[in-house]
């Protein structure tokens, strides 16, 4: 509250030198090449596929299993939205079946990394690199995730983050884009109004009114009130995810011992963000269905959700590219037993029990 009073007392409070250095900071933390903020993770996911110059005609490969903003970009730039199954163990994108749809049009591969487990990159990488595709990670979730020890958004490629109000790291609405500094220069105009620079550039002292329009851009550009709650989230970033884990920690001792229950996984090449805790329910070891489950949970006070119900599912999908629930069974099975349940840094060891205890009590109560 005092760094966003600041700001609000200062000369500048829209995109400026709190951006600017939340920018930075940013950079730093993931060892990223460079990084734009932006006010969203859906316009960073936009303004990337723009900048890649993915348009009409063009063929963009994701995972059903993910919010609908990973799919949403692919249509708006006017490309075919090509959807590939999940891997079992970690609802991720599965590089196995990546390469049975790859055609002449194929342009992209975005693959998230669902609830801040990383997908499996380096397989992902080798065939994005054989078939001369880019690669968009959308790691909205993936603050702060590691793959192979090196940090999500550390690589060349661009990678999109969100600082939605239930993110890891919120400024309420934010989002930030890396990659390399060539690309961002690019990802920068088409941002902001296709402009050759930037507002506070021309008002700030010295600065040019010039500027030229090299393209009919968006307005996807971060305010300093945002960079300024990012910038002290940054910093409490790595407490927050202490205490992240030390809830999925005594949630996983617990759930492991429940037959009806399958507790989510971390690969051993990974550091999961653990942005949700997703718990599935063995077929056929409970009385009740998901929804039940999610009912029951609701009348002891737990509020849960699900994450998600699979993109092909929803009408505007399942009508324009004529899909079926079964075009991805993995998907489609895991959605119907799966529930998310409350994972944030603000849980007290007294929720985690009381959570824990209601979970029990239903799996128990509706045992088969
Ligand atoms: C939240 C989310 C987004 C969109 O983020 P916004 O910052 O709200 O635009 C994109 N992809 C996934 C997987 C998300 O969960």
Not at 183 to 200: P, T
Not at 223 to 248: P, S
Request: charge should be neutral.
């Amino acid at each position: 509250m005092a760094a966003v009073s600041e700001v609000l007392r200062s000369d500048w409070i829209t995109t400026g030198p709190k951006t600017l250095e939340f920018e930075q900071e940013f950079t730093r933390f993931v060892h990223a090449p460079g990084a734009l903020a932006l006010n969203s993770c859906t316009a960073a996911l936009h303004t990337a596929l723009v900048a890649l110059g993915i348009g009409p005609g063009d063929e963009v490969i994701t995972t059903p299993m993910t919010f609908a903003a990973s799919v949403n970009v692919i249509e708006h730039v006017g490309a075919r939205s090509v959807l590939v199954d999940v891997q079992p163990d970690t609802l991720n994108i599965d590089p196995d079946r990546i390469e049975a749809v790859v055609t002449a049009k194929t342009r992209v591969i975005i693959p998230v990394h669902y609830t801040g487990h990383p997908a499996d990159m380096d397989p992902i990488t080798q065939i994005a690199n054989k078939q001369h595709l880019a690669v968009l990670e959308d790691a909205a979730h993936a603050l702060p995730a590691k793959y192979r020890g090196r940090y999500i958004g550390a690589g060349n490629n661009p990678v999109a983050f969100s600082f939605y109000a239930t993110k890891n790291l919120t400024t309420a609405e934010g989002g930030m884009l890396t990659g390399t500094q060539e690309y961002l220069e690019k990802a920068r105009v088409i941002s902001l109004h296709g402009m050759s620079r930037d507002a506070w550039k021309r008002y700030d002292k010295g600065g040019s009114w010039f500027y030229e329009v090299v393209l009919p851009g968006f307005k996807y550009n971060m305010t300093d009130i945002q960079a300024a709650i990012g910038l002290v989230q940054l910093r409490r970033l790595t407490g927050f995810q202490t205490r992240r884990r030390e809830i999925v920690a005594r949630y996983q001792a617990t759930f492991s011992q429940i037959e009806s229950l399958e507790c989510p996984v971390e690969r051993v090449e990974v550091e999961s963000a653990w942005h949700l805790y997703v718990l599935r329910l063995r077929p056929g070891m409970l009385r009740i269905s998901r929804d039940e489950f999610i009912e029951e949970l609701k009348k002891r006070n737990i509020g849960t959700s699900v994450h998600f119900i699979p993109v092909h599912l929803h009408p505007y999908y399942r009508d324009k590219y004529q899909w079926k629930p079964q075009d991805f069974p993995v998907a489609f099975e895991n959605y119907q037993r799966l529930l998310s349940l409350p994972l944030h840094p603000g849980l007290t060891d007294a929720d985690v029990r009381y959570v824990i205890e209601a979970v029990l009590d239903v799996a128990r109560a509706f045992r088969r």
